[in-house]
C-alpha cells in the first residue's frame, strides 16, 4: 500500500441549511429541552459560556464531559468534549441566509492519535454531526422526531 501522508490538521465538518431564524436554531443546541429531542438524551444544563456538563446518549450507555468556552447568542457555540487525555475542539455557527433560513455549520478540530485512529475518528464525527443535523432540521421544520441518533447504530 501506498504510505498516506497529512499535510493539514484533520478537521471534521459537517453543515446543513435549516429553514428557522438562526436564534432558533441556536437554542436548539444551546437548550437541552431542544437538543435532548433530537441528539443526546440528557444534559446537565444550557450550553452557556463557562458551563462545565455532561451529555448522555442512554442508547448507547455514552456519555460526554463538556466544556463551553464560548457562546455568541444566535451565532457562535464553541466547546472541548472528549476523553480528558484526548479533547477536541467543536465549534457551532449559525449564519442567517434568506428569511428564516440559517446555515448550520459544524467543524470538530484537535484530533490526535496515529493516521489510522484520526481517521476513523473525522469519519465517524461527521456521520454523527451529520445525522444530528439532519434530524435537527426535520424537528424544526417539521415537527417530527426522527429518533436518528438512537437510531444511527441499532444494538
Known sequence: MERLELTLAPRAYA???VRRPAEEAFRAFADP???TRFWYSRSSGPMVAGAELRWEWETYGASA?????EVEEGRLIR???GNYDRP???ELTFTPRATDVTFVEVAETGFRGSGDETVQWVND???GFTTALCAMKALLEHGIE???VPDHHPA
Open 15 to 17: 453543515c446543513m441549511a
Open 33 to 35: 429541552a431542544v437538543t
Open 65 to 69: 464531559e463538556v466544556k463551553v468556552l
Open 79 to 81: 466547546f472541548e468534549w
Open 88 to 90: 477536541t475542539t467543536v
Open 125 to 127: 464525527t461527521v456521520g
Open 146 to 148: 426522527l429518533n436518528a
